[in-house]
């Protein structure tokens, strides 16, 4: 699915139209501060799909402020080579367009067209929820939402195992439940989720340990008491004797004499040092003369090579020179054949140009007949067309008012038949020559009057007579009375007619206007799919081209009788005389060129060579190159007798070993100091041993000992009892949960591959698996082990777009449509983890469109698209 224009009007912020055409099959970055209306066009999109056109839960929808207004969302997306055009309006004048390749549908069908076509289903009554959005709300990531994955897979979930063919519920079906069940409860009793002891085996461990160290601790005082004894005694003939000889002092001594030998060899190494350096400079300065010396010797050298070049390039240039006459031979033969074949093409084109005329003249002549035929009877038509249009344009009516209306008159007639019954009836005769007042009004004569509220009768010479109609059911009556008049004389108003019945008859003679129409026009079609004005432009378009056929005809020149080849035969021999002609100037072109490059190239060489032997004559030469040779044979000399002195003292520095003799001073410093504070130390510890010995004798530690052996002996048997236990039951419950995982992982591999693909290039060593409902669970990296929903919010965040990318690539390859929608996502991402995601994403783009809303667009330099500045989308819709 790539969805190509967006357009939205009356659409919260957006009160005029928002553009968002030409969108690209990959990324499509929009960028925009904040509240500049990138998420009201991603609510424009979900709206598009999501909610009714008809439902009342939509004002969210609506400008602020505008009660007025009918949010418009129109969409254009291709999906398998077919163009879907979408046009749904809300609230007032709700309705809902869909056009699939010229295919009109319209309503509710059109909105289960789409729902089928993206995974999503609409509720029966109210907004539209997270549980209903199937796979486009787990595409579809709205701001902030990025890191909560677990419920958008969850109502996907029946479309994404439809993806991997039900796959998911066979694993769910397989057997073994029971079991593992059975054997997690009886590994409970002795080991925790985690594989620790528990219970009675942790007890018995923790027994069990610290009688260990009980044991080894009296085990080790034991063997400590005996190893002190022997010690005191070695240690007691080591102290004496070390007193005795003194081996520090003899040391030192050793020292003084090595620091003393290791100085001389010091003074001779500053001696070669300077020696070496000298060295160096005399041998670059031999260097310098040697290459001076060579350089005058190429010099005869490139003498000979530049005479042998000059003779070289002469002798080129007079082989070019004895070629040119028979090439120009060879161009004017083949410019003769080249024109006699154009003259053969000319005579031939012109035969077959009046060869085609002839035919094209019969052919118009017979189609403008039919033409000339087909107008006449399609004016016919076209008049009582336009008959039966103006009749229908006279009597337009509104149906659902018409409605309306006619239930207004018969309410109407219905309150007046009420009100007749309960109104109080006044009645009168008056003398001729008498006059009443009802109400400020003369009456006389003869008369009644239904009083629908309080009136007063005025009798002159008499008094005035108050008349109160009763009863509550009457004031409500004519308070309903008068609503139902003003409505119906608003309503006639509105349809510009006098009563109910001109209004229904003005309905029947549009429904017969309509029907004429639609009759007169399909016949107009099957003679004018274009109309009159089309068929009458034709007609003249084919006449007037009959006139220049048959007058290009006249004025064509007669072709010369002779050698009738066909056109093809003499273009061919036309073509072949043109090659050899080409070929024939292109050598010759080449031959001249050649000829240039030869005499140039031997006049160069012969003023190389005539400058290089003044050169190399002149008497200034011969005496420069007399003075290097002494030279050189001096420095030889010096640098001899330098390289045998440093010889010589090389091998006296080498003979005395300076290397060694720092060792040995460094060597007999260390062992002076160890030596004598080796015997400092013997004192310390024989009277430290002593007084130990003389502590730990009355303890009894052996009887200790065995008491506490016997007891870990009891301990380590029932210990290995419940440890072969808890191994086998852990065995066993590993082994029936691999078998599963395996089973799952079969089944699920389509979709963990995607994951995988995506995984790596952020973390390269890491894996992060799914459940048997396709949820993302365990994630492991390294040593690290743990549920993804443990993790950061930044990594959840990019996870969770890592796990919906996953999704769409298993979904596209089921055959279903994808696009992906990201409103400010990854803004919790560091810029080492967000460049990872930028190639993920743009992986992702070779296979999806994606649509990525962004308030920083600094972040998404380098994502290799063009940017969509949202502001300047606005500005161009309202000066467009």
């Excluded at 007890?203 to 063997?223: D, F, G, H, K, M």
């Excluded at 038949?417 to 006389?444: C, H, M, Y």
């Excluded at 100037?585 to 030869?598: G, M, N, P, V, W």
């Amino acid at each position: 699915m790539k969805l190509q224009h967006l357009r939205v009007e009356q659409f919260r912020q957006f009160r005029s139209a928002v553009e968002l055409g030409s969108l690209q099959p990959g990324i499509n970055l929009i960028h925009g501060p904040n509240e500049s209306g990138k998420s009201t066009l991603v609510r424009a999109i979900r709206a598009a799909f999501f909610e009714r056109y008809r439902s009342k839960s939509a004002e969210d929808l609506a400008p602020w402020g505008d009660s007025s207004a009918a949010p418009t969302v129109q969409l254009v997306f291709e999906h398998s080579g077919q163009r879907w055009q979408l046009d749904k309006r809300f609230l007032k004048r709700h309705r809902c367009d869909l056009l699939i390749d010229g295919e009109g549908f319209s309503g509710e069908e059109a909105e289960e067209k789409l729902a089928e076509l993206l995974g999503y289903q609409f509720p029966k009554k109210g907004a539209s929820k997270e549980e209903h959005w199937g796979i486009p709300g787990l595409l579809w990531v709205e701001q902030g939402t990025g890191q909560d994955i677990e419920k958008a897979v969850q109502h996907a979930g029946g479309h994404l195992k439809s993806a991997l063919n039900n796959l998911v519920s066979e694993v769910a079906s397989t057997g073994g439940d029971e079991i593992i069940q059975s054997v997690e409860q009886q590994r409970k009793e002795l080991l925790t989720a985690t594989g620790k002891p528990r219970g009675d085996y942790l007890t018995l461990i923790n027994n069990r340990e610290a009688l260990q160290q009980q044991v080894s601790e009296l085990l080790a005082r034991v063997e400590q008491y005996q190893v002190q004894v022997d010690r005191l005694g070695s240690l007691a003939v080591e102290h004496d004797k070390a007193s005795q000889e003194r081996p520090w002092e003899e040391a030192r001594r050793s020292m003084q004499l090595a620091q003393a030998k290791y100085r001389d060899v010091e003074a001779l190494q500053e001696q070669q040092s300077r020696g070496l350096d000298s060295l160096k400079q005399l041998q670059q300065n031999l260097t310098l003369l040697q290459q001076s010396q060579a350089h005058w010797r190429n010099q005869n050298e490139q003498l000979e090579q530049r005479h042998q070049s000059y003779q070289k390039s002469k002798q080129e240039l007079e082989r070019e020179e004895l070629a040119n006459p028979e090439l120009a031979t060879a161009v004017e033969n083949a410019r003769s054949q080249y024109q006699l074949a154009t003259a053969a093409v000319k005579q031939a084109h012109l035969r077959d140009k009046q060869q085609r005329l002839q035919k094209d003249c019969e052919r118009l002549k017979t189609e403008l007949a039919k033409l000339q035929q087909n107008h006449e009877k399609a004016k016919g038509i076209q008049a009582s067309l336009d008959s039966a249009r103006n009749q229908k344009q006279k009597n337009q009516i509104d149906a659902g008012v018409l409605r309306q209306l006619q239930q207004t008159q018969r309410e109407l007639d219905d309150a007046n038949i009420r009100t007749q019954t309960v109104a109080t009836r006044i009645t009168w005769s008056v003398n001729p020559d008498k006059k009443l007042a009802l109400d400020g009004q003369f009456i006389e004569g003869q008369g009644e009057k239904l009083l629908l509220e309080q009136g007063v009768l005025d009798i002159p010479g008499v008094g005035s007579l108050g008349i109160q109609p009763g009863g509550d059911e009457l004031a409500s009556l004519r308070r309903q009375l008068e609503r139902l008049e003003q409505s119906l004389v608003q309503q006639l108003a509105a349809l510009a007619v006098e009563s109910v019945e001109a209004a229904e008859q003005k309905q029947t003679r549009l429904q017969d206007a309509q029907a004429q129409i639609q009759r007169f026009d399909e016949l107009l079609k099957s003679l004018a799919p274009n109309g009159i004005e089309q068929l009458r432009s034709v007609s003249a378009e084919v006449e007037a081209e009959l006139l220049s056929r048959t007058a290009e005809l006249e004025v064509l020149p007669v072709a010369t009788e002779g050698d009738n080849k066909p056109l093809s035969h003499v273009e061919a021999e036309l073509k072949q005389a043109e090659q050899r002609l080409v070929h024939a100037e292109s050598r010759q072109r080449d031959h001249e060129t050649q000829l240039l490059k030869a005499r140039y190239a031997s006049e160069t060489a012969h003023r190389e060579w005539q400058r290089m032997t003044e050169e190399l004559n002149s008497p200034e030469r011969q005496q420069q190159i007399e003075k290097l040779a002494g030279d050189i044979i001096t420095a030889e000399k010096q640098q001899l007798e330098l390289e045998a002195a440093l010889k010589e003292r090389e091998a006296k520095i080498s003979e005395a070993r300076p290397e060694l003799l720092k060792q040995d001073i460094e060597r007999y410093q260390a062992t002076a100091e160890h030596q004598e504070s080796a015997q400092q130390k013997r004192a310390v510890e024989l009277s430290e041993i002593k007084a130990r010995l003389e502590a730990w004798g009355a303890e009894g530690l052996e009887e200790q000992c065995n008491e506490k052996m016997a007891e870990l002996e009891h301990a380590h048997r029932r210990h290995r009892e419940l440890d072969r236990r808890a191994k086998a039951l852990e065995l066993l419950l590993n082994l029936l949960k691999e078998k599963r995982r395996a089973l799952t992982r079969r089944l699920q591999a389509p979709l963990q591959k995607h994951l995988d693909h995506y995984l790596t290039v952020l973390f390269p060593e890491a894996s992060l698996e799914v459940d048997e409902n396709l949820m993302p669970g365990r994630f492991s990296r390294g040593s690290e082990l743990g549920q993804m929903a443990e993790l950061s919010y930044g990594a959840r965040e990019q996870m969770g777009l890592i796990s919906r990318l996953a999704y769409a690539d298993l979904l596209q390859e089921a055959g279903r449509p994808t696009l992906i929608i990201l409103d400010d996502t990854l803004v919790h991402s560091d810029s080492e983890r967000l460049d990872g995601m930028k190639r993920i994403l743009f992986d992702a783009a070779t296979r999806h469109q994606i649509l990525l809303f962004t308030c920083h667009p600094e972040n998404w330099r380098d994502l290799g698209v063009e940017p969509r500045d949202l502001e300047a989308l606005k500005l161009h819709s309202v000066t467009g």
